[in-house]
């Protein structure tokens, strides 16, 4: 195998968590102060989600059918700082809307497919995965720390042009990536079919795998939609908001270091189970004591758990699934179905429960959704091994 482009691999990541950092924490904002209501920004936040429902899946498919994934790549982080461009004449929520859909298209492909040439380019050496992307939450938690810092001095109406800044050092540094080894691509018309997929998604094992996936991403729609939101109304400033924000990415940073042991003791299923329980603990938590600021601070370490841990077993467990002709679909998938289907009905369904019944009842539900994802997980979910059966 040839040298591991490391810094590179690394980079990309970096740069595309840092512009998730601009975004989670401060669009809300922005889009709040253009005036639109709870509801609307709900909505608005929803279409970042909507596109995953169903761009990483075909992206998916078109990597895996041609094993061209780096070009797919490129193009796709060209395409999204070129029709992000349009916001900059936008005011209504509608254009607005529909920018952010178009944009997100090729946004949310990119990163599914990533994973998979990080994984070619790790080989039998994968326990590194955490490693490289540890980054993506490093650039995270400077990006919100930064900006929190720095719209307490200028007008968060700045953060299209920041973002549009951190689009460009995505698709510069996604060129600057070798595609890696992709010599088991296509080897063969099983795969290439899409039977084995089919077969794989019939496994009751990676049905329920995938329902966990989708509730926990529809439970975090109260978090990612309005938790800056409800630190502002609370006199919290925005450089408090982002001490708040990246406090849950450090330790979800220290998650990442120290997964592939975690995950050497106590397996993926162990892991897995237990950042469930503290999801549930956690969404608990801000419903009843948003005021404690102990609690918060505490309950925003849980996010080393309620992503950081879950994501790592999550990756894991779609390439224990899936076989190397199939992983790109199964990655795609994974961001669909989590990501895509979960993260836009928990951006929508949070804007109409905040708007009515404001934050306790919203993360009350996401707590409740939470421990049925658990439910879920401790009956059915179990790695597959290599003779098809459930470890």
Not at 163 to 172: E, F, S, T
Request: glycine content about 8%; proline content about 3%.
């Amino acid at each position: 195998m040839s040298k591991l482009p490391y810094k590179r691999l690394s980079g990309f990541y970096f740069f595309y968590f840092s512009l998730l950092g601009a975004m989670m924490p401060y669009w809300s904002l922005y889009l709040k102060q253009l005036n639109f209501d709870a509801k609307a920004i709900g909505f608005l936040m929803a279409t970042l989600y909507c596109s995953r429902i169903f761009a990483p899946s075909l992206w998916g498919w078109l990597a895996d059918k041609t094993g061209k994934r780096m070009s797919i790549i490129r193009w796709g982080a060209a395409a999204t700082w070129l029709l992000f461009l349009g916001i900059f004449w936008q005011e209504s929520a509608w254009s607005i809307g529909l920018i952010m859909l178009a944009y997100s298209f090729f946004w949310n492909a990119v990163l599914p497919q990533f994973e998979v040439v990080t994984l070619n380019h790790l080989g039998d050496k994968r326990e590194r995965y955490s490693q490289i992307r540890v980054w993506g939450s490093i650039g995270f938690t400077l990006t919100v720390v930064a900006l929190g810092y720095i719209f307490d001095f200028i007008s968060v109406s700045w953060l299209p042009v920041i973002m549009l800044l951190l689009m460009i050092m995505i698709w510069l540094n996604a060129c600057l990536v070798p595609a890696g080894d992709t010599s088991t691509v296509l080897e063969s018309t099983e795969h290439s079919n899409g039977g084995m997929f089919l077969s794989t998604l019939c496994r009751p094992a990676v049905i329920a795998f995938f329902a966990a996936t989708f509730l926990v991403q529809l439970s975090h729609g109260p978090y990612y939609t309005f938790f800056s939101v409800m630190l502002e109304d609370q006199g919290f400033n925005r450089s408090e908001i982002g001490y708040m924000w990246s406090l849950g990415v450090v330790a979800e940073v220290v998650a990442f270091i120290f997964m592939h042991r975690m995950i050497g003791r106590f397996g993926v299923r162990g892991v897995m189970l237990f950042s469930l329980l503290m999801a549930v603990v956690r969404w608990a938590v801000i419903a009843l004591y948003p005021t404690n600021i102990v609690l918060l601070l505490m309950s925003q370490l849980l996010h080393a758990f309620t992503f950081g841990a879950l994501h790592s077993t999550g990756v894991a467990l779609v390439h224990n699934f899936f076989d190397a002709n199939t992983q790109g679909r199964g990655q795609a998938l994974f961001s669909s179905v989590g990501f895509g289907l979960g993260g836009t009905l928990g951006a929508v369904l949070s804007g109409m429960f905040w708007q009515s019944h404001g934050s306790m009842v919203s993360f009350l539900m996401a707590s409740i959704i939470c421990a049925v994802a658990l439910i879920l997980t401790y009956t059915w979910v179990y790695p597959i091994d290599k003779a098809g059966a459930t470890n």
